[in-house]
């Protein structure tokens, strides 16, 4: 179940809903266009099965025209408060996309908690996600190489593995100490597939 419970902030909280509501990013990334000489490297994807996950940190809404922009000043006004995390399973920065659309899609910045999410900063929230089966690509390059990834994989790498995508969140791996002015990162791209 996606869980927001935040308080802090404008005083607000929103009501929970069920993860199987939470849907993913394709529509986005399948229209997109697919760079024809990608400045960045993209290893062949591995399988993985992962969750459920409960995850902590803070969601925002992105419009498609300021995505970067936004996505940014989310992660910087996480990290501020993320020291407080006392239960995170590791020092990776996850990102979660989901409920995409023509418009732009959900963004979720935080951390998987490895226990109950206890103490949280104000305007923190938490998230659930179901167990799903992904397809992993590293993608070694910068942040602002994500969007063309994503293009990438959903309109040829997948159909290139014989993969299929499903419509579930996609997840986002970054390091500990990622920052996205960092250039030769290697950032995971969990794209969840049908079994």
């Not at 418009?103 to 935080?110: L, S």
């Not at 293009?151 to 990622?178: E, R, S, W």
């Amino acid at each position: 179940m996606k869980q927001y419970l935040v308080v802090g902030l404008l005083g607000l909280m929103v009501a929970p809903a069920l993860a199987e509501e939470l849907t993913g990013c394709a529509s986005i990334y399948e229209a997109d266009p697919v760079p024809a000489n990608p400045g960045f490297a993209l290893s062949a994807p591995r399988l993985e099965q992962r969750g459920p996950l409960l995850l902590a940190g803070l969601e925002e809404p992105i419009s498609a025209e300021t995505t970067d922009r936004q996505i940014d000043v989310l992660w910087t006004r996480f990290e501020q408060r993320n020291q407080w995390i006392v239960n995170a399973e590791s020092d990776n920065r996850t990102g979660v996309c989901f409920n995409g659309g023509a418009g732009g899609f959900d963004y979720f910045a935080g951390q998987v908690l490895g226990g109950p999410a206890e103490n949280l900063p104000e305007a923190f929230a938490t998230i659930d996600l179901t167990a799903n089966s992904y397809a992993v690509f590293t993608l070694t390059g910068q942040a602002t190489d994500i969007s063309a990834a994503h293009a990438l994989i959903y309109q040829v790498k997948l159909t290139h593995a014989g993969l299929v995508a499903a419509d579930a969140p996609d997840l986002l791996v970054f390091p500990p100490g990622f920052s996205p002015a960092q250039r030769n990162v290697k950032i995971e791209l969990w794209v969840p597939v049908a079994q």
